[in-house]
């Protein structure tokens, strides 16, 4: 049974920092593509970032590049998401997605984590 688990989220003033964490089991990690989502109230869930499965090619969303980067541990089963220069619209719940390509993990992803809230105060 594949499961995506989000830590990491968390109250931050703006101009701050987090870094997610997702643990991934139930599958093979070092072959799937990862990717991190968010959803802020009333808004539809949005892609923020993919990683392929060797960590050699990444994509972001035109609202957190140069801000978010995305990597990945193979060895941990584990894709993390550090998040640089916050401000309060990156207030959001935060996903963890799972996907066989690049396309599908950003797009359409096949398995989700439950989440983690990330707030950042102005």
């Known amino acids: 049974q594949v499961q995506l688990v989000e830590s990491g989220g968390g109250l931050v003033q703006a101009g701050g920092s987090l870094r997610l964490s997702c643990a991934a089991s139930g599958y093979t990690f070092s072959r799937t593509y990862m990717g991190w989502f968010r959803q802020a109230p009333g808004k539809e869930r949005e892609f923020v970032a993919a990683?392929?499965?060797?960590?050699?090619?990444?994509q972001n969303a035109n609202s957190v590049k140069g801000r978010f980067t995305i990597s990945r541990d193979n060895a941990k089963n584990t894709v993390y998401l550090q998040m640089n220069s916050l401000k309060p619209e990156d207030t959001a719940v935060y996903y963890c997605?799972?996907?066989?390509?690049?396309?599908?993990?950003?797009?359409?992803?096949?398995?989700w984590g439950q989440g983690t809230q990330v707030t950042v105060s102005s």
């Open positions: 990683i392929s499965w060797s960590g050699g090619s990444t």
């Open positions: 997605a799972a996907g066989p390509s690049m396309l599908i993990v950003s797009t359409t992803p096949r398995y």
